[in-house]
Structure formats: C-alpha cells, structure tokens
C-alpha cells in the first residue's frame, strides 16, 4: 500500500482537519492529540459549521513593520547603492590603534585614488555632518563592491564646490578593470557655493564588484570638496527600489509600523526631515552601522501611498520626551496654521498626512530599551505621552507596550484610560522536529490571548473596555546572518509556523485587531534580496497567499486532527468558503469533510504552497524552490488533500438554493 491508500483506510469519519490543540478547549489545556505518534495518525473528528460565525477577522493582523536595522530600508527598502554617502566616517584606510586594525564597522566605505594625503576631513563649514573630503588635483575617491546589471542605467549625483574658482572632475561608473570598462563624464565645477552635478551611467556587464569613482582630474586647477553622493539604478521609484516594490505591491500589507523597534527609543524623528543631503548622519542609536536619515517620516507616508498601506508612527519614549512626540503627531496631521504643520509645508506636504495609528515607544520593560525604566515610572510616563499626543489630536488611536505578565497587567491597570490597543510581541526560534517548530507560533499566540483574556475578567479598569491586542512584532529569529545584520534565511518549515499562527489569530477575532509580521525586507524579512535581486521568502509567500485569498468571517472548527492546523472562514461575500491546512508531516493526509449547513459544489481554487524537503528556500535571483501555485478543482464534496510539508488554501463554492 502507498501512503495515500494507508491514509484512506485510516482517516475516516466526519471530519476534516484541525490544529495543533482542540479549538474549544480552554487556552491553557494541553493540545489536543499532543504526545500522540505521527506516523500512526489519530482517528479525524472535526466538524465545520458555517452557520456559526465569530467576529470578522480583522484586517490588520496581515500588518508588517519595519525598522532602520541592518538592510530592511538602506539596502532593501531604499534604492541608494552607495554606503556612508555623507561621510560619517574619515575617508581613506582603516584607522588603527596601536597597529591594529579598528572593528570593521568604524571603516568608511570610501577608499582613496593616488596619495593617502590628498585627501583630507575638513571641518571648516562642513556641508553637512563633522566633516566634508577636500580632494586635491590628481587624486580621488572611490567605493567599492556595487552590484551593476548590465544595460541597466543608473542615475546619480554630487554636491561638488571648489576649493578655490573652479575645479574639473570626472565621475566614472566601473563594471570591471579594463579601460573599456568603464563609463565617465567630466564635471566642470566653477560655482563657489556647493552645486548638485547630476550624472547617469549604463552599465556593460553583471557585477557584484562594480565601482564609483570621483577625480579632481586637473593639476593646474584647484582641489574640491564633496558634500554628498548618491547613486541609484534609474528605475527606483521616488528613491524606493523597483524590485523590492513590486513584492511589497503583492504581499499587499494593510499597516506597516515604523521606524522601530528598539531604533525608535534613540531617534529624533527631526533629524529625518528636510532637505535629504542635509539630515546629519549618525551612529545608529541601537543597532550597527549609519543612519543616513535618508527614510524620515515623509518618506515613510510616500512608501506607504506607493505599497498602498495605511501608516503605523512608533514614538520615541525612551530618550524621548512628551513634547517631541506631540510635535511629531503635529507634523503629520496638523493644519498649516501650526507651527509643525507649516515646516511639513514648507517640505512640500501642504495636506496634513491624517495618520491614524500612533505607537507610544517600544519594549520598555526590556533593560536592553534606551530609556527603560521600572514599570511603576513609566505607566506615567505613558500617560504623559498620551495627553500630549491626544491634545494635538484627539482622533489618533494609540497602542501601549506591553507584555503578558506583570508589565501588560500594570499598564491596563494604570493606563486603560490612554490606550486604544495594547502589543505584545514574540520571538521563536529553531525546533529539531517540524510539527515542533511549527507549532510555536500558535502555542505564543494563545498564551498572550489567555493572558488578556484573563486581565478582562480581573481588572477592574477594563470593566466596561475593549482593548484589544496588537502583536506587532512576532516571528522566527534564528540562524546565520546571510543578508545582513539579522538577515537570517528562513525554510519551508518556518512558513509552516507562519500560517499556522495566522490560524490562531483567526480563531481569537474576537480580541487579536492587530498583527505586524517582523520585519519586512532582509532583517527576520518576509522578502530577501541581494544587491541586484528580491524574492520572497517561505513565510512572505504564507502571509501573501493569507492575505489575498483567505475569508473575513471565521466559522467554527470543532474536534481534532493533530498534527494538522485547519482554519475555515466565509468570504465577504458569503458566496464561497475558504479552507486552510497546514501540514507539518511528510505524509499526505486526505481528510474527510463534514460541512454543516451548507452543500458543496464541488467546484472551487486551490492555492498550494508545499515541498518535500521542510528545509527548502528561495534565494533572490534564482528559480525558486517554494512557491504559490493555483488551480481550479472540480468534484470536491467529501474529502481535502494535505500535501507532506504544505500550506493548502482551498476556496470552495457552495450550491445555490
């Protein structure tokens, strides 16, 4: 006998699917079927009952978030190519201390063309941050390590002022080391103020080692200084790079949170307004590397309309103050009669931004927080924030920090007045067997709802409340840094966990309104990418096939069918239901339906994602190994197959009466 047949024999009765515990046992009981073996599967008792709804799922748990981390804006989100292109760091060869080389992260990018010594750090008048390079005639600067596409343009600029009257200089575009390779223009700099000089290169071969070179070319004329350089390939759309967009486009998030993340308690949102090539740049305040303060928050609006997304404002209250953040909220969605809302004008954004949802810091219970503080100081801190930001704007809807224990039960104890939601967030990380590993993410999510679920009926502030949980960020966070810092792969198994999470998200519609998949692009990303390439990951294509296709109004799935998780939810439109299986074994099941209320077609869609290796990835710029595939089914009426190691969303139709 083949597995399909064992499986006939074996799964019967009226059933078809379940999760990972029984649905109606309480949230703190021991999963259904847990402990039993796989390989000898459970007798199916799981039963749908389309009459019987629960609350519709809210849209905003298919939310993401980003952060300024590693390369989930710079390097993913944003199209800039260059790094450090406002010179935070001195031009020229690693510095050294005592004749060792520094820690690799205090290099700049930045290497010099002829004599070390002709180029220097002037301090006199930067244009913008400490210092400004003064490059004499007859020598240069270069960067490194681009990836280039061939017979793709790339456009770019440079703030260039003489040092004296006037100045030549030639800016190249480099796709190898012969002198064909290459592309230059010659630059004419005679103003004496800094001028923009724009140029725009087609490259003539793939590379991951191209090069931008900037020479001041003339003895017999003066050196030059440079204010700031940038490069991006000609396609970016308003600075934000093609290829990335267009995923973002599929995976049609409803919110995104920004900037942070712990990012968020070191950052002065003023410091990402204004004229671009001016914001300083600066040490990232929690994590590696440079803020360009390239991204503020008129870039993060223009993002959002181009991803067509609402936007999610996290406030600085760790090193922050009150006052900044009801700046901030005035800057977004104030008239320009206000102070703060005539400087969004004068950058170019005359209609207030109306931005809804505002988060009051993050993780401030963590020591690791800039700013943190025990509880009992910051539940004040808290509602001073709140005041402030509500007084500019009574409208806004806030969300608290919190997590399930003694820090969320203090904040609804001391703070129910000044919140709309609460967060939580969650890590998991790797599991030897993949029914394990999947399993995390819904066992989290049903520990933080027992938790509020338990505030509710405890807490005398909450009498008469509705608030309800934000998990805003949630994930894996496990392995090799392969795109950067925290830029981990992620596996077939993990899309596994992913879905099944959603499940649990779906079955506590009731009080789960938010979820913000952490992060986005490169950094724990949904989508990965290289200098020249995205892709979705495993659990980017979970949460986009979730998003688009599942249903809106849940519907009961009672009994158990473990180790599988099983969701089933109405479309709007009450015209069809959807199905979601998980499968976290590398057997296929084939799972009796029995529908209540309601008779089947047998008509309907499949949308499958499965492969026989859990340990399947994609890689960018590759053929990928997991994906989304579709199909229509017919004769449908008594059973679902389950795939080993798949995700399977059926949409089926119902006979009209």
């Not at 399909?4 to 019967?12: D, E, K």
Request: hydrophobic share 35%; proline share 5%; charged share 25%.
């Amino acid at each position: 006998m083949n597995v399909r047949q064992i499986s006939a024999l074996i799964v019967v009765g009226i059933c078809f699917g379940v999760c990972l515990q029984g649905y109606e046992a309480d949230a703190n009981s021991k999963p259904a079927g847990g402990g039993q073996d796989v390989t000898s599967r459970s007798r199916a008792a799981v039963k749908i009952d389309v009459n019987k709804t629960k609350e519709p799922i809210s849209k905003y748990i298919y939310g993401q978030f980003i952060e300024h981390l590693g390369r989930c804006i710079y390097g993913g989100i944003w199209a800039e190519m260059l790094e450090d292109r406002k010179f935070y760091y001195p031009v020229g060869s690693p510095p050294t201390a005592g004749g060792i080389l520094s820690r690799p992260s205090a290099w700049s990018p930045w290497k010099v063309i002829g004599n070390e010594d002709d180029v220097t750090m002037s301090r006199e008048n930067p244009y913008v941050g400490e210092h400004t390079p003064l490059i004499q005639p007859g020598s240069g600067i270069r960067q490194l390590d681009l990836g280039l596409v061939k017979n793709k343009r790339y456009v770019g600029y440079i703030l260039f002022k003489p040092q004296w009257q006037s100045t030549n200089v030639r800016v190249s575009l480099l796709w190898g080391d012969k002198p064909q390779e290459r592309e230059s223009t010659r630059i004419m700099v005679v103003a004496n103020r800094y001028g923009k000089y724009p140029f725009n290169f087609k490259a003539g071969a793939d590379t991951e080692k191209g090069k931008l070179e900037i020479e001041v070319v003339e003895i017999a004329m003066g050196a030059c200084f440079v204010g700031a350089v940038s490069l991006m390939p000609a396609d970016n759309v308003n600075g934000l790079r093609a290829d990335t967009l267009k995923l973002l486009k599929e995976l049609n998030s409803p919110i995104y949170r920004w900037p942070g993340g712990n990012f968020v308690s070191g950052y002065n949102w003023r410091d990402g307004i204004g004229e671009r090539d001016k914001r300083p740049p600066c040490k990232n305040p929690a994590w590696k590397g440079i803020e360009h303060n390239d991204f503020g928050l008129d870039e993060f609006i223009m993002f959002c309309r181009e991803v067509g997304t609402e936007p999610m404002i996290a406030v600085n209250s760790g090193f922050g103050d009150d006052h900044s953040a009801a700046q901030e909220v005035e800057y977004a969605n104030g008239s320009i009669d206000t102070l703060m809302g005539r400087w969004r004008a004068a950058n170019g954004h005359r209609e207030p931004y109306n931005v809804k949802w505002w988060c009051i810091g993050n993780e401030m219970y963590g020591k690791w927080q800039l700013g943190h503080m025990d509880l009992k100081h910051y539940v004040r801190k808290h509602n001073l924030f709140a005041k402030a930001m509500r007084k500019v704007d009574p409208s806004i809807k806030l969300v608290a920090v919190g997590s399930a224990g003694p820090w969320s039960e203090g904040m609804l104890e001391s703070c129910a007045d000044y919140m709309d939601l609460i967060s939580e967030h969650f890590y998991k990380r790797a599991k030897e067997s993949v029914i394990e590993h999947a399993r995390q993410i819904p066992d989290a999510v049903r520990g933080k709802v027992a938790a509020h679920r338990d505030y509710r009926k405890r807490l005398e502030p909450l009498k008469g409340k509705d608030i309800r949980i934000a998990i805003d960020e949630w994930n894996y966070w496990y392995g090799t840094h392969l795109f950067g810092e925290l830029g981990t792969r992620y596996f077939l198994r993990d899309a596994l966990g992913i879905a099944a999470g959603l499940h649990e998200m779906i079955r506590n519609s009731d009080i789960i309104f938010m979820a913000n998949y952490a992060q986005t692009v490169n950094v724990i990303g949904a989508i990965k990418t290289t200098k020249t390439a995205a892709a979705f990951e495993t659990t980017g294509l979970a949460l986009k096939l979730y998003r688009n296709h599942f249903g809106t109004v849940p519907v009961t799935v009672t009994g158990e069918a473990y180790p599988l998780d099983v969701a089933a939810a109405w479309t709007s439109d009450r015209k069809a239901l959807t199905v979601a299986i998980v499968n976290p074994t590398e057997q296929e099941h084939e799972l009796p339906v029995d529908l209540k209320g309601a008779r089947l077609s047998g008509r309907g869609r499949l949308w499958l994602i499965a492969n026989e290796d859990p340990m399947a990835y994609n890689e960018p710029g590759k053929d990928p190994n997991v994906r989304i595939t579709e199909k229509t089914i017919h004769r449908v009426l008594s059973e679902l197959e389950a795939p080993p190691f798949s995700v399977s969303l059926y949409m089926l139709d119902f006979r009209q009466p």
